[in-house]
């Protein structure tokens, strides 16, 4: 465990035009949520540093070194980035759980392994995507091209860096497309080494650069580029508003958000294992501290077997093993920040006061260790008006609320603003086909909760954002189509 606190970070300056180079901005301390000690200070990209960042990615695009590579050469840089990525996996998984504080097994498979396999899908997909021959009349020739955008502002989250970092690079990049990437304050090392990959994998100075720095600073003057074509978001509702208005404010650049969620979890007394759909469900909300933006926050259990689940369920929560995501037998690490912090235990103080019973955790542990760590927490009888009924904790608590019929299984789905992911448990093939088609959400699992990969996308609709990351869907956000209209 000593040998993987060892592991050395980056450098901690921006990535600009294959380089380090230092931000004149507002540095930024980073604190390890493991044990409160502090890590390492960030340097923060003021306006202007992120206006050269910009002007670094315009230039490799202009020029065509990445634009106008040929797509076999594009395939071979991303092949190589995903197999370098693999090979440095446990550096780069260490890195990432250090200032993010997600439990080591579940970083390696969820930030390397999925960084890897997203490289690697892209570079295999980008010479599979052609153009079009429109059907027009005889004497003309309508050919539709996919255009690259040009350059492209990525600002992501803390929950899981690399993953949605590449998320937002391998589609972009595929297309030719150069990147400005922006991480989230406490979660840019891995990042900051990804760029440093790439670079050393062939990426043309340039077409990727990393800037370091506050959201209120870097995020936003990125945000109000007007040299920006295309802004890629993930994180919280409030910034995706911000960047929305940004946009309005200066180049009218598309926006793409995945925002947050407050996903449902039915569970109907016909579901075909309920030991098993417990289990699965615990770490459906449980994982990383529940800092996912698909956790099944939302319990809604038939009450027929409401007491029977809730006991299940109390059973898998209390023995999930909390603690430092870097020692062995770890199930569930730590909360990311002590802001995170504050935000859970403020919902905590609402729930009893609004008819809820906190049935276990609910509360701050390990104290000792000077970490930010809270006990897996299960919430029963929380009302569809209740804060924690509607609001994302983004924290690893599950709110319990049971019905009688499928129709308010349905309506209870349903009441909230988001829409990103959900599950439902039952034998019964129509009633799931029933319940896939009515849900409102970008994803609906059937007897199991939290399975991906890259061929299916991943987004939200209503309050949940717009836009899908993965899949052949996720290059159209990364293109502009061009049609050529030839008369013969
Ligand atoms: P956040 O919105 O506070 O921050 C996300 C990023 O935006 C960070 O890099 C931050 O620095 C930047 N930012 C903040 N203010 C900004 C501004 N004014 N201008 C430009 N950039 C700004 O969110 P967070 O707390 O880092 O992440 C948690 C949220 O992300 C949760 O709500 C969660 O549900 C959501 N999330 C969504 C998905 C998804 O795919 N839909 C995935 C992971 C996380």
Same mark, same amino acid.
Request: charged letters at 20%; aromatic letters at 6%; one cysteine or more.
């Given at each position: 465990m000593d040998t993987l606190r060892r592991i050395a970070v980056p450098p901690q300056k921006l990535f600009v035009e294959g380089a380090w180079q230092d931000g004149s901005g507002t540095p930024l301390a980073v604190t390890s949520p493991i044990d409160g000690s502090e890590l390492t200070t960030l340097q923060g990209a003021s306006e202007a540093d992120v206006a050269r960042a910009v002007a670094a990615a315009r230039r490799a695009f202009d020029d065509g070194r990445w634009s106008r590579a040929a797509p076999a050469q594009r395939k071979k840089v991303l092949h190589a980035i995903a197999d370098r990525i693999e090979a440095e996996a446990l550096e780069l998984a260490v890195l990432g759980v250090r200032d993010n504080g997600t439990e080591l097994a579940m970083a390696l498979k969820a930030e390397p392994g999925s960084a890897a396999g997203t490289f690697r899908y892209y570079a295999e997909a980008l010479d599979k995507v052609a153009g079009e021959i429109a059907p027009t009349a005889p004497d003309v020739l309508g050919l539709v091209h996919r255009m690259p +955008? /040009? &350059? &492209?502002? *990525?600002?992501? %989250?803390?929950?899981? %860096? =690399? !993953?949605?970092? *590449?998320? $937002? =690079?391998? %589609? *972009? =990049?595929? !297309?030719?497309?150069? &990147? &400005?990437? $922006? %991480? *989230?304050?406490?979660?840019?090392?891995?990042?900051?080494?990804?760029?440093?990959?790439?670079a050393e994998c062939g990426l043309p100075d340039g077409v990727l650069n990393v800037v370091t720095g506050s959201g209120a600073e870097t995020g936003n003057a990125l945000a109000h580029s007007m040299d920006v074509d295309v802004l890629a978001f993930t994180g919280s509702g409030p910034t995706g508003r911000r960047l929305l208005e940004a946009s309005a404010r200066s180049n009218l650049k598309r926006v793409y958000l995945e925002l947050g969620g407050k996903s449902p979890n039915i569970v109907f007394a016909d579901a075909p294992d309920l030991a098993h759909a417990a289990k699965v469900s615990a770490m459906g909300i449980f994982r990383n501290s529940g800092q996912v933006c698909v956790a099944g926050s939302r319990l809604l259990v038939e009450r027929s077997i409401h007491d029977e689940f809730v006991a299940l369920l109390q059973r898998e929560a209390e023995a999930l093993r909390v603690g430092d995501p870097l020692a062995a037998g770890t199930q569930i690490g730590a909360v990311n920040s002590e802001a995170q912090m504050a935000r859970n235990l403020s919902f905590m103080a609402g729930a009893e006061a609004e008819g809820g019973e906190i049935v276990t955790g609910g509360g701050r542990i390990l104290e000792h260790t000077g970490g930010t760590y809270m006990a897996p927490t299960l919430v029963t009888g929380v009302r569809p008006e209740a804060a924690l009924f509607r609001e994302e904790v983004f924290g690893p608590v599950l709110a319990v609320t049971p019905f009688d019929t499928e129709a308010e299984a349905l309506a209870l789905a349903n009441a909230t603003d988001f829409g990103l992911a959900s599950a439902v448990w039952t034998s019964n093939l129509s009633r799931a086909h029933r319940m896939v088609a009515g849900i409102r959400a /970008?994803?609906?699992? +059937?007897?199991?909760? /939290?399975?991906?990969d890259n061929t299916v996308p991943l987004g939200g609709v209503g309050q949940s954002g717009n836009g899908h990351d993965k899949s052949l869907h996720a290059l159209e956000k990364y293109v502009d189509l061009k049609t050529a209209w030839i008369q013969l």
């Amino acid at each position: 465990m000593d040998t993987l606190r060892r592991i050395a970070v980056p450098p901690q300056k921006l990535f600009v035009e294959g380089a380090w180079q230092d931000g004149s901005g507002t540095p930024l301390a980073v604190t390890s949520p493991i044990d409160g000690s502090e890590l390492t200070t960030l340097q923060g990209a003021s306006e202007a540093d992120v206006a050269r960042a910009v002007a670094a990615a315009r230039r490799a695009f202009d020029d065509g070194r990445w634009s106008r590579a040929a797509p076999a050469q594009r395939k071979k840089v991303l092949h190589a980035i995903a197999d370098r990525i693999e090979a440095e996996a446990l550096e780069l998984a260490v890195l990432g759980v250090r200032d993010n504080g997600t439990e080591l097994a579940m970083a390696l498979k969820a930030e390397p392994g999925s960084a890897a396999g997203t490289f690697r899908y892209y570079a295999e997909a980008l010479d599979k995507v052609a153009g079009e021959i429109a059907p027009t009349a005889p004497d003309v020739l309508g050919l539709v091209h996919r255009m690259p +955008v /040009g &350059v &492209v502002g *990525a600002i992501v %989250p803390w929950n899981f %860096p =690399l !993953m949605i970092g *590449a998320w $937002k =690079l391998a %589609p *972009a =990049l595929a !297309m030719g497309n150069s &990147v &400005v990437l $922006k %991480p *989230a304050e406490t979660a840019s090392l891995s990042l900051l080494r990804l760029a440093q990959i790439c670079a050393e994998c062939g990426l043309p100075d340039g077409v990727l650069n990393v800037v370091t720095g506050s959201g209120a600073e870097t995020g936003n003057a990125l945000a109000h580029s007007m040299d920006v074509d295309v802004l890629a978001f993930t994180g919280s509702g409030p910034t995706g508003r911000r960047l929305l208005e940004a946009s309005a404010r200066s180049n009218l650049k598309r926006v793409y958000l995945e925002l947050g969620g407050k996903s449902p979890n039915i569970v109907f007394a016909d579901a075909p294992d309920l030991a098993h759909a417990a289990k699965v469900s615990a770490m459906g909300i449980f994982r990383n501290s529940g800092q996912v933006c698909v956790a099944g926050s939302r319990l809604l259990v038939e009450r027929s077997i409401h007491d029977e689940f809730v006991a299940l369920l109390q059973r898998e929560a209390e023995a999930l093993r909390v603690g430092d995501p870097l020692a062995a037998g770890t199930q569930i690490g730590a909360v990311n920040s002590e802001a995170q912090m504050a935000r859970n235990l403020s919902f905590m103080a609402g729930a009893e006061a609004e008819g809820g019973e906190i049935v276990t955790g609910g509360g701050r542990i390990l104290e000792h260790t000077g970490g930010t760590y809270m006990a897996p927490t299960l919430v029963t009888g929380v009302r569809p008006e209740a804060a924690l009924f509607r609001e994302e904790v983004f924290g690893p608590v599950l709110a319990v609320t049971p019905f009688d019929t499928e129709a308010e299984a349905l309506a209870l789905a349903n009441a909230t603003d988001f829409g990103l992911a959900s599950a439902v448990w039952t034998s019964n093939l129509s009633r799931a086909h029933r319940m896939v088609a009515g849900i409102r959400a /970008g994803l609906v699992h +059937v007897n199991t909760y /939290g399975g991906a990969d890259n061929t299916v996308p991943l987004g939200g609709v209503g309050q949940s954002g717009n836009g899908h990351d993965k899949s052949l869907h996720a290059l159209e956000k990364y293109v502009d189509l061009k049609t050529a209209w030839i008369q013969l």
